[in-house]
């Protein structure tokens, strides 16, 4: 059973940092890419940024520059180290994975490409 759970989301004041986690188990295979979405109340779900195998690395445009994401292997786990945080950034985060697909790192920001999700970890960022 494949399970994604992150962690690290809280509440923080513009200009603040938050690091989120996502521990990865049950895949039967590493999957080739990974990433992380975001979806904010009213509004669809989308893609943050995502890292495939290589080192291959996606942003979306609103969050380049201030976002990471990065994978330990060994750990099997994702993080999004997030930076310069503004009121904007305020959504569920999921992080996303999917052993069947490959692809570039800007297909995998695409809403569809991942089968898999977490839970979700809330950011709030307050003015």
């Not at 990865?24 to 995502?50: D, I, T």
């Not at 292997?73 to 069947?100: F, I, R, V, W």
């Not at 692809?103 to 920001?109: C, D, I, Q, R």
């Amino acid at each position: 059973q494949v399970q994604l759970q992150e962690s690290g989301g809280g509440s923080v004041q513009t200009g603040g940092s938050l690091r989120l986690s996502c521990a990865v188990s049950g895949l039967a295979q590493r999957s080739y890419c990974m990433g992380w979405f975001r979806q904010a109340p009213g509004k669809e779900r989308e893609g943050v940024a995502a890292l495939c195998r290589g080192g291959t690395t996606s942003y979306a445009d609103s969050v380049g520059g201030r976002f990471t994401i990065s994978r330990d292997n060994a750990e099997n786990t994702l993080y999004l180290q997030m930076n310069s945080l503004k009121p904007e950034d305020t959504a569920m985060y999921y992080c996303a994975a999917d052993p069947g697909r490959s692809g570039t790192a800007n297909a995998a920001l695409r809403v569809g490409f991942f089968r898999y999700f977490g839970q979700g970890t809330q950011v709030t960022v307050s003015s």
